[in-house]
């Protein structure tokens, strides 16, 4: 079974940056993909960014593509997630998920594990 544990979050002023790690721990040769998602208060849990876990694939929501980067380290077993140009609007917890699949990476259904999450907040 795999573990995951974000960290990384916290309370920054819009145009600032921020750097989540997720660690991930257990069972991994099956992970193919790893994703950050995140959710605020009344919304649904929506898709950020997602890297294959071998090729190092990567994807971005429409919203990041610019701002956020999302990279991986084998070695330590841990996916980035760099935040850059924050906006008050990026204000939510922010999940990692880890996948078995690499096809619609963009799908929250399609993540089998996930972390218990970190919050984000960007004051204006």
């Known amino acids: 079974q795999v573990q995951l544990v974000e960290s990384g979050g916290g309370l920054v002023q819009a145009g600032g940056s921020l750097r989540l790690s997720c660690v991930r721990s257990?069972?991994?040769?099956?992970?193919?993909?790893m994703g950050w998602f995140r959710q605020a208060p009344g919304k649904e849990r929506e898709f950020v960014a997602a890297?294959?876990?071998?090729?190092?694939?990567?994807a971005y929501a429409d919203f990041v593509k610019g701002r956020f980067t999302i990279s991986r380290d084998n070695a330590q077993n841990t996916v980035y997630l760099q935040m850059n140009s924050l906006k008050p609007e990026d204000t939510a917890v922010y999940y990692c998920?880890?996948?078995?699949?690499?096809?619609?990476?963009?799908?929250?259904?399609?993540?089998?594990?996930w972390g218990q999450g970190t919050q984000v907040t960007v004051s204006s």
């Open positions: 890297i294959t876990w071998r090729a190092g694939t990567t």
């Open positions: 998920g880890a996948s078995e699949s690499i096809l619609h990476f963009d799908d929250k259904n399609r993540y089998e594990t």
């Open positions: 257990g069972r991994n040769f099956d992970i193919y993909t």
